[in-house]
């Protein structure tokens, strides 16, 4: 039984290996990722079986995951709807099908057959970390890791963790819990209809990354809270996970709420709803405003703009609060700072405002500026020579271990063989 549980892995390993690496073009693009995937799936078959992988199969759990990549979807098609659509760069011809419909049934039931056959092998005793551990591995983790090896592009890595890795991860976390608690059918029900509408919608929400990335993970994240408060305790203890009984009290909407108000707050953070914060970096607006004060602003139509409005607008050095003190003919807007004695040189255009503003609330940005200066100077640490940056974070790795050995001291943590909540 080893052998063969070793025999699966590395063949999982290998495939993911190489799907990672070797990108064939032409038809080898569409055949050697459904050979690999196929190979895979006899191997599960050969080393479990297919009626012991189903064994726990649970019609409401199934049912659940379904309703969850409905809800994910329902998501996506409401923020195309607030931003846009833009066709699917997939091609629908009969050919083309064809390819897509074959590269895609073998990937999905190849990986939620081995995620099935790893869960209930390796999960019983320590379930969380091996749903964890399985997410990565069915993640974009290795090209995570060659997006941070320098030279480190900022902006091309956030965007990918965010709308690339971050969402795949979510997906996986709760596709891999499905999977502990009622085998690969429920995994199948969550991932087949997100893969299906990826690839046969002949239009897709063209959404900005930063609304993609908010999607992909919220969206996850309350079906996993939902599933997981539904659950049976049975189901949960015959995973491997110990309930206490209070997490079936009225309490358990807690992290119901937690995540709406993440949501919430991120979403108004990132001004998708027509209303957005922005802390005041400069003095130009004393005494009206001052640096660290946290300002409201709201999306405003630049014809409902007039003269001693305070708005944002955007320049080539970034981003500036003034006051309108003239709309000239051409509808460009003439702007300047309460503590300036003349106008701004450049005027306004009309495309450039961002918003309005509607409230000021004092001081409370400062917070964000230390962050920001805090995570300046993480990066200058970064990006420093090689051996100042090796002995940095050796250092702050002995001082984290050596932290932990010392706050687990005279605790049998090793004896801990299950995921308590």
């Not at 941070?148 to 956030?158: A, D, K, R």
């Not at 702007?335 to 003349?342: E, I, L, Q, R, V």
């Not at 509607?358 to 993480?378: D, H, Q």
């Amino acid at each position: 039984m080893r052998s063969k549980q070793l025999a699966v892995l590395t063949l999982l390993l290998v495939v993911k290996a190489l799907l990672h690496f070797y990108r064939p073009g032409g038809l080898l693009a569409y055949f050697i990722p459904s050979l690999c995937w196929v190979l895979v799936a006899l191997a599960v078959l050969w080393a479990c079986g297919l009626r012991k992988l189903l064994s726990y199969t649970n019609k409401t759990l199934t049912i659940m995951a379904l309703l969850a990549a409905l809800f994910q979807i329902a998501l996506l098609v409401d923020a195309g709807l607030i931003t846009k659509f833009g066709k699917s760069p997939v091609s629908f011809t009969p050919t083309a099908i064809a390819l897509n419909t074959l590269m895609i049934t073998t990937s999905l039931i190849g990986v939620e057959l081995s995620r099935a056959y790893l869960l209930r092998t390796y999960g019983k005793d320590r379930p969380l970390l091996v749903i964890i551990l399985t997410a990565l591995l069915y993640s974009p983790t290795p090209a995570m890791i060659a997006m941070l090896i320098p030279p480190i592009e900022p902006l091309s890595t956030v965007k990918f963790l965010g709308s690339t890795f971050l969402t795949e991860l979510a997906k996986n976390i709760l596709a891999s819990y499905l999977a502990l608690l009622a085998g690969p059918i429920a995994s199948l029900a969550y991932t087949a209809p997100l893969k299906t509408f990826q690839w046969y919608s002949p239009i897709l929400p063209d959404l900005p990354w930063g609304f993609e990335s908010l999607i992909g993970v919220v969206a996850p994240t309350i079906s996993l809270v939902a599933i997981d408060y539904v659950t049976p305790a049975t189901t949960l203890k015959r995973a491997g996970i110990n309930v206490k009984p209070k997490w079936r009290s009225e309490d358990s909407i807690t992290p119901v709420l937690t995540v709406l108000g993440i949501f919430l707050t991120v979403w108004f953070s990132t001004g998708l709803l027509g209303v957005f914060p922005t802390v005041v970096l400069s003095g130009s607006m004393r005494p009206t405003i001052e640096v660290g004060d946290l300002l409201i602003l709201v999306k405003t139509p630049v014809e409902r703009i007039k003269p001693g409005d305070i708005i944002q607008y955007a320049t080539l050095d970034g981003m500036v609060v003034h006051r309108v003190v003239e709309i000239r003919d051409d509808g460009k807007l003439i702007t300047k700072g309460d503590a300036c004695s003349t106008p701004d040189p450049e005027p306004v255009h009309p495309l450039n405002v961002r918003g309005r503003l509607i409230a000021i609330i004092p001081k409370v940005g400062w917070t964000s500026i230390y962050m920001k200066e805090g995570i300046r100077t993480l990066w200058s640490l970064v990006t420093m020579n090689n051996l100042t940056l090796y002995g940095t974070v050796s250092a702050a790795t002995a001082t984290a271990v050596l932290a932990f050995y010392k706050t687990r001291r005279g605790r049998r943590w090793k004896g801990r063989r299950r995921w308590t909540r």
